[in-house]
């Protein structure tokens, strides 16, 4: 599989400076761990390894087999220093704990889905007419064919409404409804069909890319999970270690600002969320919409309220 494209990284040098400058000043030697919570193609656990001592091993997870197996091959000069976890972030703490660790000096996270998810695995994408999958891990039950075909007018509503924020998330779900009692969802055109038929045709593409988003992310939990790795991270981290979070749409963005924020053992270090330069959004268009947000274990934080640190 190496010889596909797997993924271009986004905001890699910001991501790695924020995650790397903790542990500038310590001593040679110091065995350190790192979580790359979304291994996807490999570019920020090879950035890691590539700007830290040989001691520095990193935990790679990825729920996506994939991803894994990708990695296993092209970070092979590497495999010392990486262990592979085909696992959720969500279980960040049996992850990092079943490898006998029980503190971390950081954790990344780059979240969404990789280029070889959108372009080659079912369900995905809606410019590709494959099968309403949608799994990011085969091994799980439910796919999206399952959600259209089987979940009531309301929660389908509420999926829309909650998950893409999406206009006429009640007429859209009651459509759903309607059109599965002739015929079940099986593939993403037939979704592409039914919105084609409902929407302006200059609100297709949104609305298209926000109702795959919302299926998505019911599919694969992915609020929850983002926000069990959120809560159960800071714990686990040595003090001043870092925790460094890229999000791609407001809802996610959101649970990573109040996270950090709200945690009494993290100190924030973005006032602001970080973002692409003209340079790479030039080079790279997802990263148009790439939000980075970074935080700092600090037990000993004063008040209710973070003082910022200056931006990188
Ligand atoms: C945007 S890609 C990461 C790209 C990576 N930073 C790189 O440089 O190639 C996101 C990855 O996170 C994985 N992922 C998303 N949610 C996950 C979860 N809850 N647990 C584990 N992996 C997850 C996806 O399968 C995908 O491979």
């Known amino acids: 599989m190496d010889e596909v494209f797997y993924h271009e990284p986004v905001l890699l040098r910001e991501t790695t400076q924020y995650l790397l400058e903790a542990h500038k000043g310590d001593s040679e030697g110091t065995k350190r761990v790192y979580v790359d919570c979304t291994l996807g193609g490999g570019g920020y656990t090879k950035k890691i390894l590539e700007d830290s001592p040989e001691e520095t091993v990193v935990i790679a997870i990825d729920r996506d087999v994939y991803a894994i197996e990708h990695c296993k091959k092209v970070l092979s000069e590497y495999s010392s220093r990486i262990i592979f976890k085909q696992r959720n972030f969500g279980e960040i703490i049996d992850i990092v704990q079943s490898e006998g660790f029980e503190k971390i000096a950081g954790i990344v996270m780059d979240l969404g889905l990789s280029t070889f998810q959108l372009s080659h695995e079912a369900g995905f994408s809606y410019q590709k007419d494959t099968a309403l999958d949608m799994r990011a891990d085969k091994s799980q039950q439910l796919t999206a064919a399952d959600v259209l075909n089987t979940y009531g007018e309301k929660d389908l509503a509420d999926i829309l409404f909650k998950y893409a924020e999406m206009r006429y998330s009640r007429q859209i ?3 759903i409804v309607e059109y599965r009692k002739s015929k079940k969802f099986e593939t993403t055109f037939q979704l592409t069909e039914l ?51 890229v999000s791609y749409h407001s809802l996610e963005d959101r649970i990573v600002k109040n996270a950090i924020r709200s945690n009494e053992k993290l100190k924030v270090l973005t006032k602001k969320p970080v973002e692409a330069t003209e340079e790479e ?7 148009r919409s790439a939000k980075l947000r970074a935080a700092e274990k600090d037990s000993n934080k004063q008040g209710s309220k973070n003082k910022y640190k200056k931006d990188i």
Do not use: C, H, Y
Not at 200 to 220: G, H, K, M, T, Y
Not at 233 to 241: D, K, L, Q, V
Not at 281 to 287: F, K, P, W
């Open 173 to 175: 779900a009651k459509e």
């Open 281 to 287: 959004i030039s080079l790279n268009v997802r990263s």
């Open 195 to 245: 919105l084609s038929a409902k929407v302006p045709p200059r609100f297709l593409n949104s609305d298209l890319s926000r109702l795959f988003q919302a299926i998505r992310i019911e599919v694969n939990n992915e609020l929850e999970n983002l926000e069990r790795v959120l809560e159960d991270s800071p714990e686990m981290m040595t003090e001043g270690a870092r925790i460094v979070a």
